[in-house]
């Protein structure tokens, strides 16, 4: 059963593997080097214990992360070479066939998935975060979230799920096609009715109330030329002391969320900073030109596993006897993420790319000394570290180092 690709596979593992626990060790070591003094550029504006919180917290979620990467590594081999998939297909294959088997057994795939991340989630946010000040949520809150994002996935994902198993069924050779329109549609679809239907479910959102804060957003919504949208603000701290804002929707739908974290934690004008660093990132389109590009990516990846799903190689290396279009698409799915994980560095120097660009936006619409005293505030409420580990930085950093971002807004 085993052949050539079991081996590529294997070696595809090995070096993600490897390049992620080095990368981990790269940045724990770096981190530790760093921990016993704030960086010159800091000096003043961040003391030593926030500055060691952050290295312990950074320490701390690494070292996790490996914990993370062998559950991960141990259940991508149970369900394919190990033979899980071959059981679960056999299982179900015996009692149901069609539209209603595939529909079982890849739901069957994600609630064993689910369960096993169900600890890692609960060690994450109870002790993790806990440990470090952060955790606000109660287990109650922790198990409500679980339950309403299962019930969101059997309800959005099921019908979307049943129209892809369909699609590939009838569609003939260019199924992949017919696939990738729809999958389109369909995150588009979501994407519109995230902010009015499904964000709601989580958080409670109530329009800014602060008449000072208001007038200053509201006179730079105007200088920018935005039309005036939602001004809302949302109760992160229902869960975590973590703080952020951010814009979201399109056309009718468009708002400005900020976490009331953030609020509680800057000034005025440090708002105005931060939500025009945002409007940069609308002004640009960066949400746009993302949605672009994904598009593009899973275009790609369709059409290859549109070459695979007739592929006994395929189905044979990764594990298994039996081949049909619901078991390609998990195996697809499972396997995939170890050979795309190679383009996590193009994407996050883009994600970079962008940042610098939404802080220029910044600089120029609104102060840049504002929105550096802003990102220092950010830095220490998230307990990010000052001096990350510059390779593994620039593998995985969808923000560029603090360093970096400030001398940059300093020179704007
Ligand atoms: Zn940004």
Redesign the pocket.
Known sequence: MFNTFSLVFLAALLVMCALRVWLAQRQITHVLAHRGRVPEDFAGRVDLKTHQKAADYTVARSRFGRTGLAVEVAMLLAFTLGGGLQILHDFWSARLDGLPYGVALIFSVLLISAIVDLPLSLYHQFVIEEEFSFNRMTLRIFLADHLKQAILAIVIGTPALLAVLWLMARMGELWWLYVWLFWCTFNLLLLFIYPTWIAPLFNKFVPLDDPRLRARVEALLDRCGFASSDLLVMDGSKRSNHGNAYFTGFGKTKRIVFFDTLLGRLQAVEVEAVLA??L??FKHR?VQKRIGMLFVLSLGFLAILGQLIDAGWFFNGLGLTSQNTALGLVLFFLAGPVFAFLLTPLLSLLSRR??FQ??RYAATHASASDLVAALVKMYEDNAATLTPDPLHSLFYDS?PPAALRIARLQNA
């Open positions: 660093h945002e940069g990132h960066h962008d940042e939404a802080d923000h």
